[in-house]
């Protein structure tokens, strides 16, 4: 482990004291070391992914229905683009457009919706957003949209398989009437 080495120099007649060397062998420090982070790294636990808890309605006939100026359509692809509509009474006046999910971008949109529906119907909170997403829907991109409810603190909002054809053709004429 640690030895002494002894230097046997006489220099002349002067007496002086003997200088030690010391030599402190790490073998056994080194050991140690590797030992605590084998230990940390087995015995810590990683942080867990966190999971946003959703939840479904019951299977009822008489499900209220609610107005189509406070539904929001949000139609989730691959390509980074949400795309988005408010649906009328009448179905050829709704038009489909697209954004994307920056703070300027879809938030925006659901901040207008709020405001639109607050004006109308005197509450925010009375907004609700179907969130579609399409066959091919990225999972990151149908987080961001269940964030973005978060964020603007979206009440009440769902998420929907029926990607219907409307919907399809919808989102390849967007900007177009459908």
């Known amino acids: 482990m640690a030895e002494?080495?002894?230097?046997?120099?006489?220099?002349?007649?002067k007496v002086r004291?003997?200088?030690?060397?010391?030599r402190v062998d790490l073998t056994a420090m080194v050991d140690l070391g590797f030992l605590l982070i084998t230990f940390f790294m087995l015995a810590t636990t990683f942080s867990r992914p966190h999971?946003?808890?959703?939840?479904?309605?019951?299977?009822?006939p008489n499900a209220p229905e609610y107005a189509a100026e406070?539904?929001?359509?949000?139609?989730?692809?691959d390509n980074d683009i949400p795309y988005y509509y408010v649906a009328?009474?009448?179905?050829?006046?709704?038009?489909?457009?697209?954004?994307?999910?920056?703070?300027?971008?879809?938030r925006e949109v659901i901040h207008e919706r709020q405001a639109a529906v607050k004006e109308r119907y005197g509450?925010?909170?009375?907004?609700?957003?179907?969130?579609?997403?399409?066959?091919?829907?990225?999972?990151?991109?149908?987080v961001n949209a269940l964030d973005e409810m978060a964020i603007t603190n979206v009440?009440?909002?769902?998420?929907s398989h029926d990607f219907n054809l409307a919907d399809s053709l919808?989102?390849?004429?967007?900007?177009?009437?459908?």
């Open 70 to 77: 406070k539904t929001l359509t949000i139609l989730v692809g």
């Open 123 to 142: 509450d925010a909170n009375q907004l609700f957003v179907l969130i579609k997403p399409m066959p091919k829907a990225d999972y990151r991109n149908v």
């Open 88 to 106: 009328t009474e009448n179905e050829l006046e709704t038009k489909v457009d697209s954004t994307d999910f920056s703070n300027m971008g879809l």
């Open 4 to 13: 002494l080495n002894i230097a046997n120099k006489n220099m002349g007649n």
């Open 51 to 60: 999971a946003m808890e959703i939840v479904e309605p019951l299977d009822t």
């Open 155 to 159: 009440k009440k909002y769902a998420l």
């Open 17 to 22: 004291t003997k200088k030690l060397s010391t």
């Open 170 to 178: 919808a989102v390849r004429n967007v900007g177009l009437w459908f």
